[in-house]
């Protein structure tokens, strides 16, 4: 299949600038209502054309698609080089984050368009999905490389963690900057980088979380199979891509079995969500009534829902899966994911005050520990590799010791 982003021998500026701008609607399309969701009539209305004159450009939805994830991975791809640029790994993260909030400042103020974001990506179908995870493999080698390329595997497994943590963080400050005022993004921006350059954790703090005992139980026999299988899926496919005869599939069970256990789909995405922040929650709760410092609590709570996150147990519903979704439903998700970045945050100040902590951002920090937790699914094979303690301590440090320190190396 030849690229979607290529233009053909004679194209125009005319025909180059409508064709950016279609690619700008449909990455917003796909934004609000998944790849699979976009339509091109969505598209062509935000542009200002007719369905035809949008298959002028693109022949299929699919290509259009792709071609706007691509757009993405390119861009990636660019700026990542500008981050290679510099001489070391903790100036090249700099400028990673720098360049992120450039762009999200300029987004704010009308000036750029947001570019497609990627939690459909495998949703697609081969051999556009090949093509597309191809990219997005180089996108994440290139991540890791910021650290450098030398080494044994021990050090490139961290670099794997440092990688995916950073990546997370860069896509999850779409769902939370935008309750920052235009002129304090340089301070967000400084007491994130403070984050990635030096942890959470104060001075002196080890590494030694205990594992709280989850206990989370469905009140419907053969319910908690259910959702956790239609979880598995969201996160691979999206909201549009998991349809209700993959997940019926997934359990070999009819489509009617589906609908005794709730009555639509969306009705199944809120009781994913639910039983995933239930069990964020509960992890949460369990720290609070915990002995030992803040620290030692919030390791235990992070080491804890990671271990969940890797394990046969897991995983819970990425907070990134909510594109496609009813705007009524999105919203009570990101307030519920709020609610549980700001208990974070709670745990964080009263360890600031304590000087178990570092004097960080809570509120930042909390963010940050929110696309930590959230992301930690797609590591699962790269956990597979090590025993699962060592996963979780590495996956951890990224946030708890900052991004250039190698201490858990030693342990």
Known sequence: ???????????????????????????????????????????ARRVGLNTTSVTYYFKRKEDLAAAAFEQT????????????????????????????????EKISRGEEQAVAILSDLRA??????????????????????????DGNRAQTDL????????????FWLNAWMSRYELDEYPRVEARLMDVFRHGIAAPGQRWQPRLFELVHEEPEPGREAFLLAATRLINELGYR?????????????????????????????????????????????????????????LESTIATLLDYQFSERGPLLRTTALSGLPVNVRAIMLDRSNRIARRFAG????????GSI????????????????NAAFDMRKWAGTMPRERAVAYYASTLAFGLFDDRVLHR
């Open 1 to 43: 299949m030849d690229s979607p982003t290529k233009i053909e021998p004679g194209s125009t500026k005319r025909f180059q600038a409508k064709r950016d701008a279609i690619l700008a609607a449909a990455a917003a399309a796909i934004n609000e209502q998944s790849a699979k969701g976009m339509t091109f009539a969505d598209v």
């Open 73 to 104: 991975l390119a861009w990636l791809d660019e700026i990542l080089d500008r981050a290679l640029a510099e001489s070391t790994p903790e100036a090249r993260v700099a400028r990673f984050l720098a360049i992120n909030m450039e762009r999200l």
């Open 124 to 149: 697609m179908e081969e051999p556009i999905k090949g093509k597309l995870l191809t990219g997005w493999r180089n996108v994440f080698r290139k991540t890791r490389s910021l650290w450098g390329n």
């Open 159 to 170: 670099r794997g963690a440092r990688a995916h943590v950073l990546l997370e963080n860069s």
């Open 241 to 297: 891509g998991a349809s209700v005869q993959r997940i019926a599939s997934e359990l070999n069970v009819t489509k009617g079995s589906f609908y005794h256990h709730l009555d639509a789909k969306d009705d199944l995405v809120t009781a994913c969500y639910k039983r995933s922040f239930d069990i964020l929650v509960e992890a949460q709760r369990l720290a609070e009534r915990a002995q030992g410092s803040y620290w030692d609590r």
């Open 347 to 354: 745990m964080l100040s009263d360890g600031i005050a304590e």
């Open 358 to 373: 570092r004097p960080i951002d809570p509120l930042v920090a909390s963010q940050a520990l929110m696309a930590l937790q």
